[in-house]
């Protein structure tokens, strides 16, 4: 039963401590997306790695937030220090990306994120 | 700057009924888009999607229709079954496995 899995999958913490999030993508899925979905701006992608390669991180901010995919079944998002603006549930997603080929994005169940 | 924008945040049929969802983006370099399906503590599932080089996709009671020149895509569903109960996304890419940009998400009741 192939699915994107995420650890974990609820975490509350304080304003001011490092949070990890993990997430273990389909196996042969090379394309690993980090998504957050917030009350007031719906969907919103953060970063994404092809074949464990940084593709595309603008929608993430910087100075906190950090994605990394130390192997093809690991990717990970910190944030330190954590605010409580980054209350939000956070989505992995893995798919077959090459380009111009039909292939849907398979999301995770989330990691629901409140920072006190 | 939205790119991809659903207008109605919630949408209510009676069962046996037609449900018609409607998405628009602003983005013409887009050329893929996709609905996703969100229940309650659940992720996103894959629904349907369509190439620009189409204007309809047919799956069983799920029918998605592209216009192009009016950047306006819908997803019809039909007969609408209280189990299709979710929040419907629209989602668009530049070329498929590519990042997704998500509209807001409509909100489908299907009263029995």
């Known amino acids: 039963d192939a699915r994107v899995t995420q650890t974990p999958r609820h975490k509350v913490t304080e304003m001011g401590q490092e949070v990890t999030m993990r997430c273990q993508p389909i196996?042969?899925?090379?394309?690993v997306f980090w998504y957050r979905q917030t009350m007031m701006q719906g969907l919103e992608l953060l970063a994404y790695?092809?074949?464990?390669?940084?593709?595309?991180d603008s929608g993430m901010p910087k100075d906190r937030f950090s994605a990394e995919m130390p192997d093809a079944t690991l990717a990970t998002l910190k944030i330190q220090p954590s605010e409580p603006r980054d209350s939000a549930v956070y989505f992995c997603a893995s798919g077959l990306g090459h380009g111009g080929s039909v292939n849907e994005q398979f999301f995770g169940p989330g990691t629901r994120l409140t920072v006190l | 700057d939205q790119q991809v924008k659903q207008n109605s945040p919630s949408l209510s049929v009676q069962e046996g009924r037609i449900s018609i969802l409607n998405c628009d983006y602003t983005?013409?370099?887009?050329?893929?888009f996709l609905w996703y399906k969100k229940y309650p503590a659940e992720g996103p599932t894959f629904l349907i999607s369509i190439s620009s080089i189409k204007d309809k996709n047919e799956d069983g009671r799920f029918t998605v229709f592209l216009n192009k020149s009016a950047k306006h895509l819908s997803l019809h569903i039909v007969p609408s079954q209280p189990g299709d109960s979710a929040v419907y996304f629209c989602a668009a890419s530049r070329n498929a496995g590519n990042m997704l940009t998500f509209g807001g998400g409509t909100r489908l009741m299907v009263k029995p």
């Open positions: 790695f092809r074949n464990r390669a940084p593709l595309d």
């Open positions: 196996l042969g899925h090379n394309t």
């Open positions: 983005n013409s370099m887009f050329d893929y």
